[in-house]
């Protein structure tokens, strides 16, 4: 195993680099990395407008909620992979293809979390800031986002975890990132599947607790700083 | 060719292949539900029990399963998983659709360790004095577990447990990585087959829409029957 280790180390952190495209687990945490920060936006878009008082934003926000959460994430990376060269006549990279999918995934996501986060505060406080003469979107940007953010934090870190699992299906449209890797490093060396799988297992697995024990620490301390405030 | 024609969704072979397909999305969700839920029960009891050992290993199980993807789950179960089992398991493994049989196998793991930290909460929503009293009458502790505890844990676990039915059968499609023949590996063969895939990825998304919404609308219509009560 340790043999193992020693001979595929860089291939499994970086795949083919720099002598080919970037893959491996560098790939895997930059991509669930830029999808998150590029899903940012958007999500925070979606869920002002899912908790928006007009309902001509409302409803059609939550009806694409309700349609993207009931499908799975796999399907629509193939209607992407396979229909958006067909509709912009450029040919789409693995990479991009996938980035596209988990961003789309994310902000839906993610709007969800800021949604949540706005109908948990205080209602007083929103009403404060309208009644001390600021418009909606300053009382949005000033007041409720600041407070809903950071609260929102632990399950922002979780859905980083969400997102690092769901990268892993780039495999099936044959992105290079690290199950992909240890897929080609199990043929390469064709006997020792198990280690192979294993060590991907362990890899995933310190990456992902890291970051939702994070997650619990950034809940834990919020928590004492509310109870510290009241 | 025609942009999209309906009528081989209607009959036909690719009709047939992707129904089958549709038929086993459905089988595997089903019996790694029956599989998972009651897993997922004997996980939450240990995570809650008064024992240091047991709780232990309840949350190593949760965190050393969940926080791996359903897909590198599967990749060891099939790959992997078959080179630590004797030669007469492995052979019986082989000649009853292994796909299938590993699919479950993670499928169920994957989604029993959820199921766990939903029945958890819902065991943590259930006051204690109720397992005293059950003790304090009489019943021995895994009859009060059974009979007191958990009916009440499960009506509190019961709407975040659908939701999690509806991320099983999303994940289902994930199978289709280790060529267990469900809806997304049927919709693959349709495409390479016929180039036919807007017609094969409409029906597809049709199928997981309906499931995933039925089951949404009944966890809506079961909390609306079933209000969370408040001691």
Not at chain 1, 54 to 60: A, F, K, S, T
Not at chain 2, 9 to 24: C, K, N, P, R, T
């Amino acid at each position: 195993m340790l043999e193992l280790i020693d001979t595929y180390w860089l291939y499994f952190l970086v795949g083919q680099y720099p002598a080919g495209p970037l893959g491996g687990l560098v790939l895997t945490v930059l991509l669930s990395g830029a999808a998150l920060v590029l899903a940012m936006p958007l999500g925070l878009m979606l869920g002002i407008a899912r908790v928006s008082p007009y309902r001509l934003l409302r409803w059609p926000t939550g009806v694409v909620v309700q349609l993207v959460r009931a499908l799975p994430l796999l399907l629509v990376l193939f209607w992407v992979y396979f229909f958006l060269p067909a509709l912009t006549g450029v040919k789409t990279s693995q990479a991009s293809t996938m980035l596209i999918v988990l961003v789309l995934f994310d902000s839906v996501y993610l709007a969800e979390i800021v949604a949540a986060g706005i109908r948990a505060l205080p209602k007083g406080q929103f009403e404060s800031a309208r009644s001390l003469g600021l418009s909606y979107p300053q009382a949005l940007r000033l007041v409720v986002l600041p407070q809903t953010l950071r609260s929102g934090l632990p399950s922002i870190v979780n859905q980083l975890v969400s997102t690092i699992k769901a990268t892993s299906l780039g495999y099936i449209i044959g992105l290079s990132e690290v199950s992909f890797i240890a897929t080609q490093i199990n043929t390469l060396v064709f006997t020792h599947a198990v280690e192979v799988y294993l060590v991907l297992a362990l890899t995933y697995f310190i990456l992902c607790f890291g970051l939702s024990r994070l997650a619990f620490l950034l809940e834990r301390r919020l928590q004492r700083r509310a109870m510290a405030a009241s | 060719m025609q942009f999209f024609d309906p009528t081989i969704l209607q009959s036909g072979q690719y009709h047939d292949w992707l129904v089958q397909g549709l038929i086993l999305s459905l089988q595997l969700t089903g019996i790694s539900f029956a599989l998972a839920l009651p897993f997922g029960a004997l996980v939450a009891v240990m995570r809650t029990s008064t024992s240091a050992p047991l709780r232990a290993l309840g949350a190593t199980i949760v965190e050393g399963i969940r926080n791996v993807p359903l897909l590198a789950h599967l990749l060891f179960w099939y790959f992997a998983f078959p080179e630590l089992l004797p030669e007469a398991a492995r052979e019986l493994l082989y000649a009853n659709n292994a796909e299938a049989v590993c699919a479950v196998i993670a499928l169920t793991l994957y989604s029993g360790v959820h199921m766990a930290e939903d029945i958890r909460s819902g065991i943590r929503a259930v006051p204690a004095t109720q397992l005293e009293a059950a003790r304090s009458l009489g019943l021995g502790r895994a009859a009060s577990v059974r009979l007191v505890l958990l009916p009440q844990a499960l009506r509190a676990a019961t709407p975040p447990l659908l939701s999690q039915t509806v991320n099983l059968w999303k994940d289902s499609s994930v199978a289709t990585v280790i060529g267990a023949a469900e809806m997304m590996y049927q919709v693959a063969r349709v495409e390479t087959d016929s180039f036919r895939s807007v017609e094969a990825f409409t029906f597809a998304t049709l199928a997981y829409l309906t499931v995933s919404l039925l089951i949404a609308l009944a966890a809506h219509l079961y909390g609306r029957r079933y209000p969370v009560r408040t001691a």
